[in-house]
């Protein structure tokens, strides 16, 4: 049994991690809930700034995300969407009429001078986030993608434009050497009881966290409090393009490669139940595997997901 004052920071990336999070919320107090946000992937788009997995995880905590694709909001219309069209503007990345009063909300308060993290603290509120979301930095990170042949494009333009459906040869964190942790996120590791890798893309969602002053040490300094839960099932992602990310950049597109990845960070890694033939390769690196079932198919799964990997952190440390 878990205990409901349990602390638990989670970082996380946008679907997966927004869905882990759903169940955490249900198994311990969401008051001590923290989760740190990936933001390498905000885009400026039409003169706004969209933060799709700040949004994703707000969004879904919230109850608000839409079911059917697990971001954006529910019951959302695309009359502005159109309109672009209409006139001949880009529409591959699509914003929806509800979604676009956070961007520009978002956007006039980031020009105002307020911090990022400040304006997703009033975000998350107005929806009615239960726990505090912080996002990574309030710098700028962003990341970049280098395709096999040699072009540099940006993270939306690779994941949407493309649909990750190119071969990519190396993906880096533009800004991230500069970035500072926000305000709380370092309080945020240090304080918690566990630390969670939520089921996130390792390259592209918890790669830039880790990136960032600090995290690094930060984690590595609790290690046996730090668990991360595989989003890779049988060597594949549920969704998007975390197996094929990892075998173009040379490592094991399964749960081995990324309890590899946060070998230092983590002491126990989550593994799927079809994935128990990989509990011994992954307990000769060091690390504890712990075998459950990892498919989040409601809240109720994702929140007895959530309980065996908080009771399986507090029982490694
Ligand atoms: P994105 O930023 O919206 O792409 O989302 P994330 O990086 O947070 O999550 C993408 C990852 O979540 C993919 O690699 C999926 O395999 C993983 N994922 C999604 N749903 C589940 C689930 O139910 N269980 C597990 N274990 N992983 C999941
Ligand atoms: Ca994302």
Redesign the pocket.
């Known amino acids: 049994m878990v205990s409901p004052d349990t602390r638990v920071t989670v970082l996380?990336?946008?679907?997966?991690?927004?869905?882990?999070l759903a169940g955490l919320v249900r198994v311990v107090e969401p008051a001590g809930v923290t989760a740190v946000v990936?933001v390498a992937?905000d885009v400026d788009l039409f003169g706004l700034r969209v933060s799709?997995?700040l949004d994703?995880v707000t969004y879904t905590l919230a109850g608000v995300v839409s079911p059917e694709t697990?971001?954006g909001l529910v019951d959302e219309t695309w009359q502005a969407m159109a309109t672009v069209e209409r006139l001949g503007g880009p529409t591959w990345f699509r914003l929806g009429d509800r979604d676009l009063g956070t961007h520009l909300y978002r956007t006039r308060r980031l020009a105002e001078g307020a911090p990022l993290s400040t304006v997703t603290a009033e975000i998350a509120g107005g929806w009615g986030a239960p726990c505090r979301i912080l996002p990574v930095s309030d710098d700028r990170i962003e990341t970049r993608v280098t395709l096999t042949d040699g072009r540099e494009i940006g993270f939306q333009e690779y994941?949407v434009r493309e649909r990750h459906a190119v071969e990519v040869a190396a993906v880096r964190f533009a800004g991230a050497d500069d970035a500072r942790p926000a305000p709380g996120v370092l309080e945020a590791i240090d304080d918690a009881d566990v630390v969670v890798i939520?089921?996130?893309?390792?390259v592209?969602?918890?790669g830039p966290l880790l990136a960032v002053a600090g995290l690094h040490e930060r984690l590595a300094a609790k290690r046996q409090r730090v668990v991360g839960?595989?989003?890779?099932?049988g060597g594949?992602?549920?969704?998007?393009?975390?197996?094929r990310l990892l075998r173009e950049l040379g490592e094991r597109p399964d749960a081995v490669g990324v309890a590899r990845r946060y070998r230092d960070l983590a002491a126990t890694a989550?593994i799927?139940t079809v994935d128990a033939p990989l509990a011994a390769e992954i307990e000769a690196l060091g690390v504890r595997a712990v075998v459950t079932d990892?498919?989040?198919?409601d809240p109720e799964?994702?929140g007895a997901?959530a309980a065996r990997t908080v009771e399986a952190a507090v029982a490694s440390s």
């Open positions: 996380a990336g946008g679907v997966g991690a927004a869905r882990f990936n992937d799709p997995d994703t697990g971001w994941f939520a089921p996130s893309n390792p592209v969602s918890i839960v595989s989003p890779l099932i594949r992602a549920l969704k998007g393009p975390a197996d989550v799927d990892t498919i989040m198919r799964t994702a997901l």
